[in-house]
């Protein structure tokens, strides 16, 4: 059976209800007093998982539905950790006893684990209740269809975008004559009455991609018969789509066109321009199934017809590329001359320059904005409306990536930003929301990070595909949609590391922050909302004043499933409280010290523990304890020698250590190792 999957939606219903159906098996069919609630709490659950699931598709669900949401997915990390401690009282086996004082030490034990087991049963009737309770107050309070009815419709700000007049652009002349060229040069190996050309437009949201293609439908539009310009947009109505094309093409009124079967609809705009050359720019496609249809109402006659299509998806935009002679534009970042240019016209007058107390900071602003329009133009907006101060200016500065303050024109960029992340299946979703664990600017290793999701439990195995190649799977979506950026590459083209765009990261961690899904402690003040006092993932970073211990004072730590503590952190927290860790990253942490580790033994779900490039010299002899440990990573540390107890962690899956780091003897009979790292054949011996 694989592990279900935990989701930033859904929390951990998945590996709750999976557990429940442990629960019920014969391994604990003595428990006979809390089966009742067991059943009654699987089937409630399953239920709410997919209504939780249907929810997640809504850009804007209303205001009672996410508070259910939220109480739903909190009550789902505390009933997987009741469970957890339940299964683990009942699976924790005590060497039977040699002498009197053992036998009642024994007893004791057994005495104090039955008081453990009721007390996690009454908890289990407890959780049922509480479920029972948030749904009934969700249903007495319900008021979402009325409230939909009444509810306005969000302008998309991307729409407005053909309105704006040229002489405010900046920066489009060049992509510009670019496109234009790829789209009017002859093929020199085809006749000059040419079947149609496609340029196929790709880039992130935000950067100009509608703006650039309105302005070559207006340098060139006048030279065909037939045109239109359409966007299509993340949950298009193919069939309003269609009649819109066969309304502009054949110049007539939306409502003269025939409502009908979308076969009908293709045959009829592909028969009108059957003769005809036509330019069409078809805008803001989402996927390839969208493109599959749509193209057939284009003929491939010789007319030398045009096709534009703009994306953020690189696949997409392949796919258009293939259906007709064509290429692939991928749209460039604004490089520093011309986001200067643009960040000044939205600040300044033509008579007025920028002060040069204000050019250094304007620079590190535009740095972060890493030349991309939209966040130019929206961090202009939020400066416009702040005191010309560079202590001010600099506050703003230091908030790109960490929750913005927001205005209306951040607001809209954030808007446009969301639709990437509403496009993702939900563990996509998970996946995306995990970056935010990272620090800003960081270059996050390929490998790191599908680790990273295989111990949190956000991918599993699927089918014939390992649980590795699923992470890759989902490391080169996230690639392909333009919300990572890949840094290295290996000799193969593959990329081996990425970032995240501040902006990007701003909204995952807003996103996060909202579904409770990170804590982060010791950045600068976070004004998004207030984060939950009780704590899922915990993230500490070392703030721009060199704040470094941890304020924990009102927080819930006893349910932290991940803790991340960086290099400089001067103060390594009490792991006591952390009793349901899955993952430990202490990589780097310069001051950890083997007394931390005393209290590993309480991990009993950690699955991931990192002491990568620290002083660490000797692993406690318990850790073999850790029976749910898949990964272990020790290089670069002091240690010399592997624990004997090491060779009881049956689910380990990956061991990296050191050259020469002496093993215990039993170290072949390890069946779950899959990689062994570091290792030399005499050490293993």
Not at 225 to 236: D, G, Q, T
């Amino acid at each position: 059976m694989e592990a279900a999957l935990v989701s930033a939606v859904t929390g951990a219903l998945k590996p709750v209800v999976e557990k429940l159906a442990a629960l019920l098996g014969d391994k604990y069919k003595r428990f006979k007093g809390v089966r009742k609630d067991i059943k009654s709490l699987t089937h409630e659950l399953a239920a709410i998982d997919a209504f939780l699931m249907r929810m997640s598709e809504e850009e804007d669900p209303d205001v009672q539905d996410k508070v259910w949401m939220n109480e739903v997915r909190e009550l789902s990390y505390d009933m997987e950790d009741c469970i957890d401690d339940f299964m683990l009282s009942v699976d924790d086996k005590d060497a039977k006893p040699a002498s009197f004082i053992e036998k009642m030490k024994h007893s004791l034990g057994k005495l104090g684990k039955m008081k453990a087991r009721r007390r996690i049963g009454n908890q289990i009737h407890d959780l049922k209740k509480q479920i029972t309770d948030v749904a009934d107050r969700n249903q007495r309070y319900k008021t979402h269809q009325a409230y939909a009815s009444t509810k306005n419709a969000t302008v998309d700000t991307r729409s407005l975008a053909i309105f704006v007049h040229a002489s405010k652009l900046v920066g489009i002349d060049e992509p510009k004559a670019e496109i234009i060229k790829l789209l009017i040069e002859e093929d020199k190996h085809a006749p000059m009455q040419q079947q149609p050309k496609i340029v196929s437009v790709v880039g992130p949201g935000g950067m100009g991609k509608t703006t650039i293609a309105n302005q070559v439908y207006q340098e060139l539009n006048g030279q065909f018969k037939c045109r239109a310009f359409l966007s299509v947009s993340r949950n298009p109505n193919i069939i309003n789509i269609l009649r819109t094309i066969l309304s502009q093409v054949s110049n007539q009124c939306y409502g003269n066109t025939e409502e009908g079967s979308m076969q009908q609809l293709i045959m009829n705009i592909n028969q009108f321009l059957l003769d005809k050359r036509y330019f069409v720019v078809i805008d803001d496609i989402w996927d390839v199934d969208t493109w599959d249809v749509i193209k057939h109402a284009f003929p491939m006659n010789n007319c030398s017809s045009r096709v534009i299509t703009t994306t953020r998806i690189i696949d997409v935009a392949e796919t258009c590329r293939s259906s007709f002679n064509g290429h692939v534009y991928n749209i460039r970042p604004l490089d520093i001359v011309r986001s200067r240019q643009l960040f000044r016209k939205r600040l300044f007058n033509s008579k007025e320059n920028c002060p040069s107390y204000l050019e250094d900071i304007s620079d590190q602003i535009l740095e972060k904005c890493a030349g991309l329009p939209l966040a130019i133009i929206a961090i202009s907006g939020l400066l416009a409306n702040t005191e010309r101060r560079e202590d001010l200016w600099d506050q703003v500065k230091d908030s790109i990536g960490r929750a913005l303050v927001r205005n209306h024109i951040i607001e809209g960029m954030m808007k446009i930003l969301s639709l990437n992340y509403f496009d993702l299946p939900p563990q996509l979703k998970t996946c995306l929301l995990y970056v935010s664990i990272w620090p800003e600017d960081s270059i996050i290793r390929k490998k790191d990070l599908i680790r990273r999701w295989i111990a949190e439990g956000i991918i599993h195995k699927e089918g014939s595909y390992t649980i590795h190649e699923i992470g890759e799977v989902c490391f080169t979506e996230l690639l392909n949609r333009n919300l990572i950026q890949p840094v290295n590459t290996n000799d193969y083209s593959e990329v081996n590391s990425c970032r995240v765009h501040d902006m990007i990261l701003d909204f995952i961690i807003s996103k996060s922050i909202e579904e409770n899904f990170v804590t982060l402690l010791g950045v600068p003040t976070l004004t998004i909302g207030t984060q939950s006092k009780i704590v899922r993932r915990l993230s500490l970073e070392v703030s721009k004043q060199g704040y470094s211990t941890l304020p924990t004072k009102g927080l819930v730590l006893s349910h932290v499933r991940s803790l991340n503590v960086p290099q400089t952190y001067d103060e390594i927290p009490s792991l006591e409280d952390f009793r349901h860790l899955r993952v430990l990253e202490l990589k780097n942490c310069n001051r950890l010290k083997g007394h931390h580790l005393e209290n590993i033994l309480r991990f009993f779900q950690l699955r991931y523990l990192s002491l990568k490039h620290t002083i660490i010299c000797e692993l406690p002899e318990q850790i073999g304890r850790l029976k749910c440990l898949e990964i272990l990573d020790l290089r670069d540390t002091e240690v010399k020698e592997l624990p004997a107890s090491i060779v009881n962690l049956g689910k380990l899956s990956h061991l990296f250590v050191d050259h020469g780091v002496k093993f215990p003897d039993g170290i072949v009979n390890m069946q779950a190792l899959e990689t062994l790292k570091g290792v030399s054949l005499q050490a293993a011996i």
